[in-house]
């Protein structure tokens, strides 16, 4: 199975800020690394696919990088909705495995 | 309206089964896969099954293989996850999502059904 591993697992941050995330693959997975955010007692939204692709709706705020193994997520101008969880996901193969979590507080 | 739609859960004891559904609206169930996402309380997301669009192919997180089967009706457009033997650590909230595999990955998901194992 690949290991995904999200780096940090909480980051404080505020309003305005630029933050980045980042998602290390066990094994190369190429471009297929995807990036969900999480918001207390809802369900994980789609952000990001391919690695740099935006899901309809996603604010351009939001950006994704890399490939391989190495990936990033970047929000630029904190906005308050963007305090939550985010996690990234390998879908190279099966089983699908995800990061342990990455959670953005104020 | 694309949307997924799960049912099902509830409280069980150890030992015991349940089987959820996920209702599939706003697109046909028969064209994609299908893939059952699980959240402990307070923890990760744990991807728990797939089912590929006919369901020749299946597979199994190590945690459920042998206790779960993931099925599919689609002429009722409609998503399946019999669980069986369930355990305390099955108790979590359990996603439906939908698989677009190398397109898009996990591009569609539910809001959730809550299953409960009592020890």
């Known amino acids: 199975d690949i290991h995904m591993t999200q780096s940090p697992s909480s980051l404080s941050a505020s309003v305005g800020d630029r933050v980045t995330i980042t998602c290390r693959a066990s094994q190369a997975i190429s471009v297929y690394l995807a990036w969900f955010q999480q918001r207390p007692g809802k369900a994980p939204r789609p952000l990001i696919y391919g690695a740099s692709s935006l899901h309809s709706g996603v604010p351009s705020r939001f950006s994704g990088g890399g490939s391989g193994t190495e990936f990033t997520l970047t929000i630029s101008r904190l906005q308050p909705e963007d305090f939550a969880t985010y996690y990234c996901?390998?879908?190279?193969?099966?089983?699908?495995?995800f990061g342990q979590g990455t959670r953005l507080e104020i | 309206q694309v949307r997924l739609v799960e049912s099902g859960g509830g409280l069980v004891k150890s030992g015991g089964s349940l089987r959820l559904s996920c209702a599939v609206s706003g697109f046909s169930l028969i064209d994609y896969y299908f893939s059952w996402i699980r959240q402990a309380p307070g923890k990760g997301l744990e991807w728990v099954a797939y089912i590929s669009t006919n369901a020749a192919y299946t597979d199994y997180a190590d945690s459920v293989r042998g206790r779960y089967t993931i099925s599919r009706d689609n002429s009722k457009n409609l998503l399946y996850l019999q669980m069986n033997d369930l355990r305390a650590d099955d108790t979590a909230v359990y996603f439906c999502a939908r698989d677009r595999l190398y397109f898009a990955g996990l591009d569609v998901w539910g809001q959730g059904t809550t299953v409960t194992v009592s020890s």
């Open positions: 996901q390998q879908y190279n193969n099966y089983p699908r495995t």
